[in-house]
């Protein structure tokens, strides 16, 4: 494989760019490919290489790249303008869907990333319950601000830095860890916390340190424990919203939090994040309630037209059901080749989700840690070998998209079976 203009790109990039990259994840060792266009299931970097992408811009694009319905909807927003400075109708339209499919969700507010999302929903916790201290999940990711850097998934596990340098002490102050699928730890942090706790949060499914499930009834005893002690459970369904069904995790497990957040999908592949919750919470967020929030680009003209191209396509298609089962055949066929090779390697994921494991299916962060991350890396080279571009951490999550053809798949299903069967010999 020829990564010659890539790697040229990088020895320059790097004096400018922290890793040379926009962000840690892309960061992909010895140097990234850099891409020059992307459209359906593949995606091409300067070097003239294609790939089939599963990495999908870590979740958004859930009709693959480049999708000519929302690529319209964007250009004809482009034509009248993409940035007023005042509300426009298409922000109370996609509201208003949001609204249809989330009944945990009466108002909300868009801004422009899940890390915004995240931190404006647990201020807007604090400041409806008057209390300060939250319970996060280990090994969740609820982006890169402070109170959150705490046992982080994603790059931050990755890169073996959960925690960051830079975060006064006093902002985790108030964060509390417990491990996923635990219900008595949660409990007992609860009673002990119970008079200064404002919120729980956390991903329903992780998708940033496996994909990990929640087991049987962990959700619903959640929310039976946060109900019972005023505690506003928040669900961060930035990867899962739109993604698992139009309602996300909380549709697909029959439970309601008090808040959400989304983001990803419901950009359509631009910038987003939601935060939202019951009418008595939302409407304490300014300038309704005294809770500040607010930004330059938030309800973005161009975002707002391409959410309502993916709600409209996503309605119109029953994509959840097809793209579930054909999630459900690549796990099938994926756990076959496990099987096969008698390796100690577990399959997981749900819906459009999936994942091998290099090691046994974790129930947790801890879990989840003790697997083969440099048996990984070499993995994900040899796939990219092979034109499969996979996310380069063993902790992020493969999405499928409706772009990916039965080819894509079965060319998919190969090179995993000979590059697993590879690492045997
Ligand atoms: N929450 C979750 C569950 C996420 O996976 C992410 C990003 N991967 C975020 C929040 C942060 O979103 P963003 O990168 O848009 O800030």
């Not at 929903?121 to 409806?128: E, M, Y």
Request: aromatic share 10%; charged share 25%; hydrophobic share 35%.
């Amino acid at each position: 494989m020829n990564l010659k203009k890539s790697e040229e790109l990088y020895q320059k990039a790097k004096d400018v760019l922290p890793g040379g990259v926009s962000s840690p994840v892309r960061a992909i060792k010895p140097y990234p490919f850099y891409t020059d266009s992307a459209y359906g299931s593949k995606i091409k970097d300067i070097d003239g290489n294609e790939y089939i992408d599963y990495c999908m811009g870590y979740g958004p694009n859930i009709f693959g790249h480049s999708n000519p319905i929302i690529r319209k909807a964007i250009v004809d927003q482009l034509n009248k303008g993409w940035l007023f400075g005042t509300p426009i109708e298409n922000e109370f339209k996609l509201a208003d869907k949001i609204t249809d499919y989330y009944p945990s969700i009466d108002m909300l507010r868009f801004v422009s990333t899940g890390t915004e999302a995240t931190m404006s929903a647990l201020r807007t916790a604090r400041g409806f319950t008057g209390k300060n201290k939250f319970i996060k999940i280990e090994g969740g990711f609820h982006g890169a601000h402070d109170s959150v850097l705490v046992k982080a998934g994603s790059g931050a596990t990755t890169l073996g830095k959960p925690d960051s340098l830079g975060v006064p002490e006093k902002s985790t102050a108030h964060t509390l860890q417990v491990p996923f699928n635990d219900i008595e730890s949660m409990t007992e942090i609860v009673e002990s916390h119970k008079d200064d706790l404002a919120a729980v949060i956390m991903e329903p499914v992780m998708g940033n340190i496996g994909p990990i499930l929640p087991h049987k009834g962990y959700l619903s005893e959640v929310r039976k424990l946060t109900q019972e002690n005023d505690i506003v459970l928040i669900f961060d369904e930035v990867i899962t919203g739109f993604r698992l069904s139009m309602g996300g995790a909380q549709e697909y497990y029959g439970i309601t939090p008090d808040m959400t957040t989304l983001g990803k999908v419901i950009g359509g592949g631009l910038p987003i994040g939601v935060f939202g919750g019951k009418r008595e919470i939302m409407e304490m967020v300014s300038p309704s309630g005294d809770i500040y929030q607010a930004g330059t680009f938030s309800g973005s003209p161009s975002v707002m037209a391409a959410g309502l191209a993916v709600i409209e396509q996503l309605e119109k298609e029953n994509i959840h059901k097809k793209l579930n089962s054909r999630g459900d055949e690549l796990r099938s066929g994926l756990r076959d080749i496990v099987d096969d090779t008698g390796l100690d390697y577990s399959v997981s994921g749900i819906a459009s989700m999936f994942k091998i494991f290099f090691g046994d299916s974790p129930a947790n962060y801890q879990d989840s840690l003790k697997c083969d991350k440099s048996e990984y890396v070499q993995f994900f080279r040899r796939m990219l070998e092979n034109g499969i571009f996979l996310p380069p951490s063993q902790f992020e999550t493969n999405f499928l998209s409706t772009a990916h053809t039965d080819s894509d798949i079965e060319k998919t299903i190969r090179a995993y079976e000979s590059n697993l069967k590879g690492s045997l010999e």
